[in-house]
């Protein structure tokens, strides 16, 4: 049986993931699938990290919370039609979520090795969040731009799957 942990983990990786793919240029899909992928992505990541499992301590709570108002910053860069204000604000976005990723990690000690390596997947997912949210320097669409956000996505999908992996239930 799925734990409550292993629910939200597992939502926000396929969030994750979607959203990466959708980051990414394609010459098989259309722009438009490619939009609709990263904001179902976004949306799923915003659910996945609302979900907050019982008895976790007050930064992981916050840190969740963080997480999804980030995520739903960068869904509402989607639907504004202003590149430079979209971009900006897809960039905030990033960096609450990365702010929130990093209060979620676990710095106890005398952690198993599964919890390692779920905080180890957490700290990826903070480095490719604030990764993404570099992209912002460059100009909405250039080539510059875009490598960064599609990098920053596929960083913070690995970590959010190797997380949702170790994930302890």
């Known amino acids: 049986m799925w734990t409550e942990s292993q629910i939200?983990?597992?939502i926000e990786a396929?969030?994750?993931v979607l959203s990466a793919i959708g980051s990414t240029p394609s010459s098989v899909l259309s722009d438009e699938i490619l939009n609709d992928l990263n904001v179902i992505g976004l949306a799923l990541q915003?659910?996945?990290s609302s979900l907050i499992p019982q008895n976790q301590d007050y930064l992981f709570v916050v840190g969740s919370q963080l997480?999804?108002?980030g995520n739903l910053v960068s869904l509402q860069a989607e639907f504004i039609e202003n590149e430079n204000v979209s971009s900006?604000?897809?960039?905030?976005g990033d960096l609450i979520e990365a702010v929130g990723g990093a209060l979620t990690i676990d710095f106890t000690g005398n952690q198993s090795i599964q919890n390692a390596l779920n905080n180890i997947?957490?700290?990826i997912q903070v480095i490719g969040a604030a990764y993404q949210a570099l992209s912002v320097r460059y100009p909405?669409?250039?080539l510059k731009n875009q490598e960064i956000n599609t990098?920053?996505?596929w960083i913070q999908a690995v970590g959010a799957v190797l997380s949702a992996i170790f994930v302890e239930g």
């Open 8 to 10: 939200s983990a597992w």
């Open 14 to 16: 396929i969030g994750t």
């Open 46 to 48: 915003a659910i996945g």
């Open 67 to 69: 997480e999804a108002i």
């Open 88 to 92: 900006v604000l897809s960039s905030q």
């Open 121 to 123: 997947g957490d700290v």
């Open 140 to 142: 909405p669409n250039s």
């Open 151 to 153: 990098v920053g996505s």
